[in-house]
């Protein structure tokens, strides 16, 4: 993609978006060529998402940040990896020496895969061949991404396990759970998208984002996109949250908590495979970056309104800019959180994810399902639909509002508590965590109070 001569041309709008279709006809070396262009384009992202968060938490903390190699530090993250590549590789006594080796290889050909899909632009030439910019497509492109999620996490608990040392395995059973926990939401936030565009493919979600639909704002007319982060709002916000927790990220980084794991799963790495293992977090970044590009913020489509202004800005190799724009702003909210956020206690990150983001994500399933219907009856007017899908969601919001909130149960007295304590408990330690009086103490303190005391007469 990036190595075509041509540059940003700008294609025939009339030429019309890659569908389904329209995959799987490229020759080899195309396909080769596509192939480079994805790895070269997650390798960039994450030299310069690295160099990206240092310099955005620096101006957050007020400090410089890198600036010593290369114009404003950018050569950082280069000198930062090649300082990975020649330190010592340890290995572990006690670890698993095949399962340690191909745990980071796990993660990060999951993290490549899962890019594979994304699409980047409408069909453009390369060399003299007509192509969408796009590697491949499926019918069921976007549940491929969630697969490369999961087994992605096979690496995290894998190198926990393999290491043979106790934060890295505790590292690797939090993922697990972070993983269970957080994927059941991230996978019920596709649903209200695939009910709105009708497939689970990705080009084709961006071709349903393509049709704006027209404004009159203050007497001024414009088209506004129907991008779904506008229509699907509860499930944009779902995702987000969810990626995050994915991605084991700031404030849900509880799998490498240094304040309780000293580096969690990865403690016990070093060298090259710390380099992996910190390679696949910045691609899974970028890569849930561009599939909430993709299916809630149009793709690579710039804003429709752009378009009475610009006929060729959503043609040719344009788009492919206006991807990047979209997953550096998404890449922004990633490191704004690591910023500002503190990590959350595991008791609260598992409440969250079960308590709060499925409930609500099943409840907005159930209400956009009543919507949908609705608008497909025929037989009622504009009005009845809007009136009916309103007493829908004030149902909803009222159940919810009197659903029966569980009751804080009195604290009762420490000696209260202790004495409902069934027969045969587990003996207490003092309550003052004083040490209790032995025996020898209390026969000494008798003696002394039996003897009478000697005055000064009787001397």
């Known amino acids: 993609m990036i190595l075509a001569p041509v540059g940003f041309l700008a294609e025939d709008p009339a030429t019309g978006d890659p ?7 490229d020759p080899w070396w195309i396909v080769l060529i596509k192939v480079v262009g994805v790895f070269v384009f997650l390798v960039v992202m994450t030299l310069f998402t690295i160099w990206y968060e240092r310099r955005v938490v620096a101006r957050m903390q007020v400090r410089p940040g890198p600036n010593r190699h290369g114009p404003f530090g950018l050569l950082q993250s280069l000198a930062d990896g090649l300082k990975l590549a020649f330190k010592e590789d340890i290995m572990p006594l006690k670890a698993d020496k095949v399962v340690f080796f191909i745990a980071p290889v796990i993660s990060t ?13 409408p069909f453009v030439s390369m060399f003299g061949t007509r ?10 492109a976007v549940l491929l991404v969630l697969a490369c999620s999961g087994m992605g ?22 993922s697990s759970a972070q ?6 939401a991230m996978g019920l936030s596709f649903v209200a998208v695939f009910m709105t565009a009708g497939t689970m493919s990705t ?14 704002l203050f007497g001024f007319e414009f088209t506004a996109p129907s991008w779904f982060f506008l229509l699907l709002l509860p499930s944009f916000i779902i995702y987000s949250i969810s ?11 509880l799998p490498e908590a240094e304040s309780e794991l000293v580096g969690g799963f990865h403690t016990e790495y070093s060298s090259l495979k710390f380099a992996l293992f910190f390679l696949a977090e910045y691609i899974n970044m970028v890569t849930v970056s561009g ?3 993709t299916l809630f913020l149009g793709g690579w489509r710039a804003p429709t309104s752009f378009e009475g202004f610009w006929p060729g800005i959503n043609s040719g190799w344009w788009p492919l800019l206006w991807f990047t724009i979209k997953v550096l702003l998404l890449l922004f909210v990633f490191i704004w959180l690591r910023g500002t956020l503190p990590r959350l206690r595991y008791d609260q990150f598992m409440r969250f994810g079960w308590k709060v983001l499925i409930p609500v994500n099943l409840v907005w399933i159930l209400t956009l399902a009543g919507i949908k219907t609705l608008q497909k009856s025929s037989s009622m007017s504009q009005f009845d639909k809007l009136f009916a899908a309103g007493i829908v969601v004030g149902v909803i919001l009222l159940l919810a509002l009197l659903w029966p909130q569980k009751k804080e149960e009195p604290v009762l007295p420490v000696e209260e508590q202790v004495a409902r304590r069934p027969e045969g408990s587990f003996p207490l330690p003092p309550m003052d965590l004083q040490v209790p009086v032995s025996p020898r103490a209390k026969r000494l303190t008798a003696e002394r109070e039996t003897v009478p005391a000697t005055t000064e007469e009787e001397v």
């Open 243 to 253: 990626a995050v927790g994915e991605t084991n990220r700031a404030p849900f980084d």
């Open 153 to 174: 996490i096979y690496g995290i608990v894998l190198g926990g396990w393999a290491s043979g040392s106790t934060y890295p395995l505790l590292g690797g059973l939090r």
């Open 179 to 184: 993983l269970i926990s957080y994927e059941v």
């Open 109 to 121: 050909v999951c993290a490549f895969t899962a890019f594979s899909i994304m699409p980047f632009g």
């Open 203 to 216: 080009s084709e979600i961006v071709n349903a984002q393509a049709q704006g639909s027209p404004v009159n």
């Open 291 to 293: 599939l909430c590009a």
């Open 131 to 140: 192509t969408p910019l796009q590697l491949t497509d499926i019918p069921v």
């Open 19 to 25: 569908t389904l279709v329209d995959f799987g006809h």
